[in-house]
């Protein structure tokens, strides 16, 4: 008989978001009349630009004609993409890269799942407390972690707490590590880092040897012009990480798919003999053997995001979710709810009212109030306490949303 992955059962329940939507369903079942807001999932909500679109009709065009029909691509994606992110995203923040540093992919949470293949089993790896589940779930269906404690914390991942006493900003670990993931703007807590505190996990890296997995996924959301928007903008980082950038929150592709990890060629991490191998060499032969690229359409539909006009329609969608946050983060620290988040990133981090566990008071928000949140527990031990709105609501659920929460 076939035999299964036995890590899979260390997991201690449902991923976490279709979770959420199942007890959301649950709810509406029994209350057909309710009608729920969803502040749960951070799914985009805007249409794509106009810019966007034609760019992508135009690619299907161009698969309707023997000419220009486009069949498997470089699976490390096409070098008109590459080239404009190269030039918009880092050139223009003072970061060189090469085109062989840029990988194209489906989703930033593959990539952030998918990079541990390149990575031995016997790497100690930290993680923030609270984080995005896929860094935990996915090391430990590698097999990277023993089982889950009575606190849901698995054995031999450390976890770096991040609350309001840290400002949500971890402290470097004081027992040795070799993989570090960091998220910044931070999901969940919408906490930012600036140049100081990337500097000082650089040179932790640098010292340990070890690789920082750096999740960018949310810096379009950036609103202080001296928060860097991207790890290479601070000395040394080339030597040490990986950043992951994704068009799903910054261009509304969540139902698109169209990524890209930056795996410079200077990283290095140790062989069998101890000895140097670069990291570089190995994604790409990851990426060719397992992935056979994002589609044609999707990568000229992300191309599209950076031209001057793709950058104005874009720009014009995150400041509605950026208005979005700020009235959510307005609204709940008006009604007395200690508010995080929401000024750099699509995320409004609250402490739940008279200290009520995360899971009861999604309960209690969704009968009350009928919005759906995410309960900070499901982000790991530390979001116990904690509950997570999304801006990327539309305008008039979010004011709905705000009015009901009163009756919470
Ligand atoms: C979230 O809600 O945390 C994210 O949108 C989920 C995702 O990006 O996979």
Redesign the pocket.
Known sequence: MATINENFLKLQAGY??PEVSRRARAYQEENPGAKIISL????VTQPLPPVIIEAMKKAVDDMASADTFHGYGPEQGYDFLIDAIIENDYNSRGVDLDRSEVFVSD???CDTSNILDIFGLDNVVAITDPS???YVDSNVIAGRTGEANEKGQFEKIVYMPCTAENDFIPELPSSPVDIIYLCFPN??TGAVATKEVLSKWIEFARERKAVILFDA?YEAFITKPDIPHSIYEVDGAKDVAIEFR?F??TAGF?GVRCAFAVVPKQLKAAGPDGKSVGVNPLWSRRHSTKFNGASYVSQAGAAAVYTPEGKKQTRRIIDIYMSNANLIRGSLAKLGYEVYGGVNAP?IWLKTLDGMSSWNFFDRVLQNANIVG?PGAG?GPAGQGYF?L?A?ATEANVKEAMERFSGV
């Not at 749960?40 to 799914?43: H, P, Q, T, V």
């Open positions: 976490l978001f749960g999932i951070g799914d989703g930033a949470k995005y589940p896929v999901n969940p996924a994704s799903s929150k969540t995320y995410t982000f997570r999304t990327f």
